[in-house]
């Protein structure tokens, strides 16, 4: 089982970027795919961008070109750098295993797109 820390969120600006960062401890977590997920208010949960235990990545079409998601498997982190950030990228943003297994989540943290 995977225990998983978010952090690095916070208030920005329409254009402006943010770097969130994901501690995960307690497996085996570099044989994984992981994932950066994201719950706007009113929404469903939705994954936003992928990456498999080699590096391979994958974005959503409403991300592509703008986030950028990384792993360091020595340091058991998932990142993801987001540029041009806009007010619809306004949720509270998750990491987990790719698909998610179970139900445990970690807290999440929260990105405010606003001027």
């Known amino acids: 089982q995977v225990q998983l820390v978010e952090s690095g969120g916070g208030l920005v600006q329409p254009g402006g970027s943010l770097r969130l960062s994901c501690a995960a401890s307690?497996?085996?977590?570099?044989?994984?795919?992981m994932g950066w997920y994201r719950r706007a208010p009113g929404k469903q949960r939705e994954l936003v961008a992928r990456?498999?235990?080699?590096?391979?990545?994958m974005y959503e079409d409403f991300v592509k070109g703008r986030f950028l998601i990384s792993r360091d498997n020595a340091k058991n982190t998932v990142s993801l750098q987001m540029n041009s950030l806009k007010p619809e990228d306004t949720a509270v943003y998750y990491c987990?295993?790719?698909?998610?297994?179970?139900?445990?989540w970690g807290q999440g943290t929260q990105v405010t797109v606003s001027s």
């Open positions: 990456i498999t235990s080699l590096g391979n990545t």
């Open positions: 987990n295993r790719y698909p998610v297994v179970g139900t445990d």
């Open positions: 307690g497996s085996i977590f570099s044989i994984y795919t």
